[in-house]
């Protein structure tokens, strides 16, 4: 069965920096498109970052351009999100999603994790 498990979340002071962690295994981890959305209470799930399953084309979300970076290593069937100059209004959880699809990445990914809590205080 496919698992998703995100990990690195936690508390940070604004200004401040955090790695997320995604494991996938139960599927061709090179053969898929990967992305982190986020949510917190109350609003709608909003894409934050995107990467081709080729490591060759990322795309971001206005809100975290300049400050997140995604990237992966297939290596360790492994998605990564750098947050850096961390806001409070970055303050959600964070989750990793997964689709052979770029279109269906976007809008409703395949497979998705549980999530990771991360809140950055002012």
Known sequence: AQQVVESGGGSVQA??????????????????NLGWFRQSPGKERDGVAYIHWSGGQTQYSDSVKGRFTISRDNSKNTLYLQMS??????TAKYYCAADRTWAKLLTRPTYRGQGTQVTVSS
């Open 15 to 32: 200004g401040g920096s955090l790695r997320l962690s995604c494991s996938i295994s139960g599927l061709t981890f090179a053969d898929y």
């Open 85 to 90: 100059r961390l806001k409070p209004e970055d």
